[in-house]
């Protein structure tokens, strides 16, 4: 369902959301990736950002409004159940994988991993399951 909207939908906004955070999610969620919004520079220079100080982000001397305590890299503490408790893939409806991940014309690579596995990993096992994977 999830993709099928993706590919189908057209973009729905609330009416809190402004004419510049309308034209930035228009402009990022195009579905043709030739004429998307992806250039970082573009990104930055988008009037919704027009209050970030990039330079200063950039070299970390920035103050986050609010820094979660945090009890390692897997806690989800800050998170409600009902989000963590969600599948952290959602495979696409049609089981020919070859076509349904692709990406920038490149076919992604998935490693199936055990849920129970990763949350029982130190964070020097984090690296042995690479950066592309999904949960069965």
Not at 56 to 65: A, K, N, Q
Not at 87 to 111: H, K, R, V
Not at 121 to 128: I, L
Request: glycine share 2%.
């Amino acid at each position: 369902m999830l993709f099928s909207n993706i590919r189908e939908r057209e973009l729905e906004f609330h009416k809190h959301h402004n004419r510049v955070t309308r034209d930035l999610l228009s402009r990022l969620l195009i579905k043709d990736p030739t004429i998307r919004l992806i250039d970082p520079v573009e990104i930055m220079g988008h009037p919704f950002f027009a209050q970030i100080d990039w330079q200063s982000m950039i070299e970390r001397r920035c103050t986050t409004p609010y820094k979660p305590e945090v009890q390692g890299p897997l806690d989800l503490s800050h998170f409600e159940a009902e989000q963590t408790n969600k599948p952290l893939f959602s495979p696409p409806e049609s089981t020919d994988l070859s076509q349904a991940n692709i990406y920038n014309g490149q076919s992604a690579a998935y490693q199936v991993i055990d849920r129970a596995e990763l949350f029982a990993a130190s964070e020097s096992d984090m690296d042995e399951f690479g950066d592309d994977f999904y949960f069965a």
